[in-house]
């Protein structure tokens, strides 16, 4: 059996270390070699959700399967591969179609057999339940603190002088693109501290202003 092994990590921070990375390349391999397979590659995506397929590792690891480069497509655990019970479908379905095998260390079932493909599906819908329980979860916890009061986000750190000259450009009927090229022409930082400035980035301190009592009303163009 050729197998292509596919590892991923969803923050910048797990990528940045490898530690999850490598610990999945020494699961895939510890088990090709024990089953005697011949893993050809590791594919990875260090960084990405695994709320859909628009990675771009995953689209190397399908291109491979669906080119017979490889027998198995192998992750160290389910979620590894997708937390969308649609997306998973679908894949499957693919495999089934294309004559390869999607095999999750973390699950006993044998994708290859009706009875296995089963209780893979039933993995993968537990998948997709924890992650929408989790944005239920996140969501709830930001409308209770909308709620009481508390002012959610990143916090503007302009200086009065940027905001009144930028109140100022837009009172002389300045567009905002107009409004943004001249502070980036200017070098002047964002309330970010970002080193550029957009026509929406302009747009926002021109509504911060408005709520904290200037008169220029915002517009959109």
Known sequence: MRVVGYVRVSTEEQADSRAGLDAQRAAIAAEAQRRGWTLV??????????????????????????????????????????????????????????GWACLALDTPADPTTPMGEAMVSIMATFAQLERRLIGQRTRDGLAAKRAAGVRLGRRSELPVTVVSRIVRERAEGRSLRAIAEHLNADSVATG???KRWYASSVRAALSA?????????????
């Open 209 to 221: 202003a408005e709520r904290n009592g200037a008169s220029t009303p915002v517009q959109t163009v």
């Open 41 to 98: 590659d590791v594919i990875e995506d260090a960084g990405y959700s695994a709320k859909d397929l628009r990675r771009p590792g995953i689209r190397v690891a399908l291109e491979a399967m669906a080119s017979g480069h490889a027998d198995v497509l192998i992750v160290a655990k389910l979620d590894r591969l997708s937390r969308s019970l649609v997306d998973f479908a679908g894949l499957m379905a693919t495999a089934q179609r294309q």
């Open 192 to 194: 970010q501290g970002g």
